[in-house]
């Protein structure tokens, strides 16, 4: 089991009402915390989440990124105490 | 694909109406390609080296394709010009309703030369055109004038809409903007000031008309699938609430923001960093343009309850200002209450000035007082009577745009195109270099978001046609780390996603330039692209959909040529004006001074900014040593005529 930390801003913080929560995942799989959160927050949040196949984390006006500033996908690994930020992503304007 | 164009010379009164043929879709797709190409052609018979304030200067206004069309997207209209501020190709744009009612009027471009013997105003009606009096709107700021035209030509045959100049443009001020129907900027580059030189006040359009499509059925299919895919699109709704304020937190996190003249990479101030304070704009949302089906745009109507100074604002109402209008005041000049912020995007838009190069001016010279490098003497020289010069402090800064946008002393007439030019001026002025507080690229202002950590970004400040630019080649695929869309474009590889390596950053500025060039000449929102939920190719997708409207069938390869040969043409144009490699740069404190904040701290820009650039030049097929064009390059896009003009100007590379 490892520890996750999981922080939300804006529409995701709109979904999930909380700044942050932590997971304790079997699998140290992004493909993992992305199935808890999508369980736990239901439909919209999986729209908002995963893209359109449902297989892939959304690419569009999204954001995830580790505490080393470094976007994860759904296939990456995760470590013992991660922290990663679920972000709207959008530049310029 | 049916197209007019209107030439219209101010200094004789003359109006003439051309038909533009179906190749010139077919080599520029429409909107800034058919733009580039019109004031390329006119810049043949006239001087390009013509002073931008000058009768010689041109200034057209056109759509794309895609306008008007029920496309759900394509709401952007473009005007191009030779810049008064930085002195090289300039154009920019902005949505809304006037682009396609132009095309409801009959019209598809406009190119405007001459200079009129007293302010006027161009109306367009149903195919007829017309050269009106505007005296009486001369010294009225965008709203007042907008409000003017709409009361004087009512409401029959439709809503008049309209592109104006306010008080910046009437003073030719270098970083003047123009503004469509009194609330979208056409920002950069000074284009309100070529229109404030032709003592043109504005553009007045009323229209019933349509607009042909090759194939309707195709068009209705594609609209249809592209709704659909927008409405399942969760983030989608998200851009729809917050609009590019989304970016304010995210900015926050990453260290993004260009804080007191990029000094820092943070907002300061406890609400203004947090999404908070965006939703207080959730008063009531709008939709920007009938033809726009992702309609981020909302408005603010101020109670006196919002902030501590929200009280000074009561009533005043405006759009929710966009995310650079917020990062120019709540980052480069430091305003932390939510209403003068607020405030801020409705005074420049009301002058008709670009906030972008306004706040990088105002900053600088706020800086150089931090540092104590202004004297008693010379802060009674710059302004004429003492002037506090405080950070944040919306009375100096409300003063400082006043100076500048009437030009009514010496800083106003050091600094009116823009922060480059203002410091040069000043240091030359002074015989002190003031340089290190300059932040620019090619002489253009800074848009104010942090640059250094993205090796994308930064060469897209030094090569952009126009200027320090971050629409032209937005680096999306570095920031946003898209490992995705660099494996799709590089043959698997993933450096162009990869922040720590300068590998394919050149290449990824050209990959992008090429799509973004394809973006506007289609006439498509940038943001429609960015969140496009149907794939962010623009070479396909939209590709799609130009074939519909215009008939013509290309491959997407093909249409990466097409925004190749646009990009080419924009530098073509600079080439003419002698830019070389020297001025693809950027400003000393991007080069060398380490970011300090954020989660990328301790980058500059020099550490990869030449071999970035080296490469940029190799994928674009240009000279290294001079970054110049060739002719080989040139001819296999079709361009062989562009390149027999710049070898008669000395302008093209040996190779």
Not at chain 2, 70 to 96: E, L, N, Q, V
Not at chain 2, 159 to 167: A, K, M, N, S
Not at chain 2, 247 to 272: C, K, L, P, T
Not at chain 2, 567 to 596: Q, Y
């Amino acid at each position: 089991m490892i520890t996750i930390h999981a922080q939300y801003q804006s529409r995701f913080r709109e979904i999930t009402r909380v700044p942050a929560e932590t997971f304790e995942l079997e699998h140290p799989l992004v493909s993992e915390l992305a199935a808890r959160i999508t369980g736990k927050y239901g439909p919209t949040m999986h729209a908002l989440l995963m893209d359109s196949d449902g297989e892939n984390l959304n690419t569009r006006g999204t954001l995830y990124l580790n505490s080393r500033g470094e976007r994860v996908y759904i296939e990456d690994p995760l470590h013992d105490g991660d922290t990663i930020y679920f972000m709207v992503g959008i530049a310029g304007g | 694909m049916q197209s007019r164009l209107l030439h219209v010379n101010l200094t004789t009164g003359e109006l003439r109406v051309e038909e533009l043929p179906h190749a010139l879709f077919e080599r520029w797709i429409g909107g800034s390609g058919i733009n580039n190409w019109i004031m390329w052609e006119h810049f043949l018979k006239h001087d390009i080296h013509c002073d931008p304030r000058s009768p010689d200067n041109i200034f057209v206004f056109g759509v794309g394709p895609l306008a008007g069309t029920g496309s759900g997207s394509g709401i952007k209209g473009r005007i191009t010009f030779k810049s008064p501020c930085y002195g090289i190709f300039g154009d920019s744009a902005a949505g809304g309703k006037f682009p396609y009612m132009v095309r409801f009027a009959g019209f598809d471009h406009i190119a405007i030369t001459g200079k009129a013997p007293r302010p006027v105003y161009l109306y367009l009606c149903d195919g007829y055109a017309d050269i009106r009096d505007a005296t009486h709107l001369w010294g009225k700021n965008t709203a007042e004038t907008h409000t003017g035209l709409n009361t004087e030509l009512g409401d029959y045959p439709s809503h008049v809409h309209t592109l104006t100049i306010g008080q910046a443009g009437e003073h030719q001020v270098g970083i003047a903007a123009v503004v469509s129907d009194a609330s979208r900027i056409h920002a950069r580059g000074g284009g309100g000031c070529v229109m404030g030189s032709k003592n043109l006040k504005a553009i007045a359009v009323q229209g019933s008309g349509g607009v042909r499509v090759a194939n309707p059925a195709g068009m209705l299919k594609w609209s249809r699938e592209f709704r659909a895919s927008i409405d399942k699109n969760e983030a989608i709704y998200g851009f729809k609430r917050r609009g590019t304020l989304g970016a304010v937190e995210m900015y926050q996190h990453i260290g993004s923001h260009f804080w007191r003249n990029n000094q820092g990479n943070m907002f300061r101030g406890d609400e203004i960093r947090s999404d908070n304070w965006v939703k207080k704009f959730h008063k009531y949302s709008e939709v920007c343009s009938a033809d726009c089906f992702i309609a981020c745009d909302g408005r603010y109507k101020i109670d006196g309850s919002e902030s501590e100074k929200a009280k000074k604002y009561v009533g005043e109402t405006f759009r929710r200002p966009e995310y650079l209008t917020t990062g120019s005041a709540a980052g480069a000049l430091d305003i932390r209450d939510w209403a003068e912020v607020a405030h801020w995007g409705k005074v420049t838009n009301d002058y008709g000035i670009d906030n972008q190069d306004l706040s990088c001016a105002i900053s600088f010279i706020m800086e150089v007082h931090q540092h104590g490098l202004l004297s008693e003497r010379d802060i009674g020289e710059l302004f004429g009577h003492a002037q506090s010069l405080e950070w944040g402090n919306m009375e100096d800064i409300e003063t400082l745009m006043a100076d500048i946008v009437f030009r009514r002393n010496l800083f106003g007439e050091l600094f009116h195109d823009g922060p480059y030019w203002g410091a040069l001026r000043y240091s030359q002025r002074t015989g002190r270099n003031f340089m290190k507080y300059s932040i620019y690229g090619k002489g253009g202002a800074s848009f104010t978001e942090e640059m250094r950590p993205f090796p994308t970004w930064m060469n897209n400040m030094a090569v952009a046609s126009r200027g320090a630019d971050h629409l032209k080649g937005i680096g999306l695929i570095e920031k946003f780390q898209r490992r995705d869309l660099s494996k799709r474009y590089f043959n698997g590889r993933l450096e162009a996603a990869d922040l720590s390596t300068p590998v394919l950053k050149g290449a990824c500025t050209a990959l992008v330039e090429n799509q973004v060039a394809l973006i506007n000449s289609y006439g498509v929102c940038l943001f429609h692209w960015m969140l496009d939920p149907a794939g962010y190719a623009p070479e396909e997708h939209y590709g799609r959909a130009f074939a519909a409207v215009t008939g013509i069938d290309r491959t997407p390869a093909e249409l990466m040529r097409d925004g190749e040969r646009i990009c080419n043409l924009e530098k073509a144009f600079n080439s003419r004006l002698g830019l070389r490699r020297e001025h693809d740069t950027i400003c000393e404190r991007w080069m060398f001074e380490p970011t300090t904040e954020g989660m990328y701290p301790g980058r500059v820009a020099a550490d990869m900014f030449e071999t970035v650039l080296d490469e940029y030049y190799e994928w674009r097929g240009w000279e290294r040593e001079s970054g110049l064009q060739t002719a080989s390059r040139l001819e296999s896009l079709g361009l062989g005529d562009v390149a027999e003009v710049l070898a008669a100007d000395g302008a093209l590379a040996r190779g």
